[in-house]
């Protein structure tokens, strides 16, 4: 089954950092490009960041730029969000999806930033 | 920056068929794919239409899509409406220098 499931979110304070992580499984994750993708309480879909299969391409949305880092482990089958000086604002469910070429999400992972 | 214009609600009865559109500002809708999200209430979004108008396997062909190059819009219908189907719906797109834009999202309800 193809799968992914992301971990790490919890409650920080303002100016703090977190790292999210998702672990895919059913497909051969080396071969595809990912997104995160976040959702703010009772708000729509914001896409966050993308990555190519081997890394070599990174993109951010203006909202993050400088302060989130995207990367993965194509051995371990892992993709990671580092999030650094986060803001309230930041506060969302973070999603890991696979590819726009027949999109598969995670679960998501509540990321809540204090003040 | 493009952006993708929905509609805020839309509303229709079981058994009806109701269609959900999706402007994209600037740039060709038929440049890049357009996918499709149906998102329940407390639960992740799921895939129903990518790259235009391809269904993933499980979804249901009362779900379709198209886009129209004459109103640079893409629309997802759906046929045989379920209370089931009730639901946020979002579209996205992208561009080489906007790896990810989604529309606003439409809240459809099956009354």
């Known amino acids: 089954e193809v799968q992914l499931v992301e971990s790490g979110g919890g409650l920080v304070q303002s100016g703090g950092s977190l790292r999210v992580s998702c672990a895919a499984s059913?497909?051969?994750?080396?071969?595809?490009?990912m997104h995160w993708v976040r959702q703010a309480p009772g708000k729509g879909l914001e896409w966050v960041s993308y990555?190519?299969?081997?890394?070599?391409?990174?993109h951010y949305a203006d909202s993050v730029k400088g302060r989130f880092t995207i990367s993965r482990d194509n051995d371990k089958k892992l993709l990671y969000l580092q999030m650094n000086s986060l803001r309230v604002e930041d506060t969302a469910v973070y999603y890991c999806?696979?590819?726009?070429?027949?999109?598969?999400w995670g679960q998501g992972t509540l990321v809540t930033v204090s003040s | 920056n493009f952006m993708l214009t929905q509609p805020h609600s839309v509303s229709e009865s079981p058994g009806k068929t109701v269609t959900i559109s999706c402007t994209r500002s600037?740039?060709?809708?038929?440049?890049?794919?357009v996918q499709w999200y149906q998102q329940r209430p407390g639960s992740s979004p799921t895939t129903v239409i990518y790259?235009?108008?391809?269904?993933p396997s499980g979804v249901p062909d009362r779900f379709s899509g198209s886009i129209d190059s004459s109103s640079n819009s893409a629309s997802l219908t759906i046929s045989g409406l379920k209370t089931e189907d009730e639901a946020d719906y979002y579209c996205?797109?992208?561009?080489?220098?906007?790896?990810?834009?989604f529309g606003g999202g439409t809240k459809l309800t099956v009354l």
């Open positions: 999806v696979r590819a726009w070429s027949g999109p598969i």
């Open positions: 059913g497909f051969t994750f080396r071969t595809y490009e």
């Open positions: 990555i190519s299969s081997s890394s070599s391409t990174i």
């Open positions: 600037s740039g060709s809708i038929a440049s890049n794919y």
């Open positions: 790259e235009d108008n391809q269904r």
């Open positions: 996205q797109s992208y561009d080489s220098t906007n790896p990810g834009v």
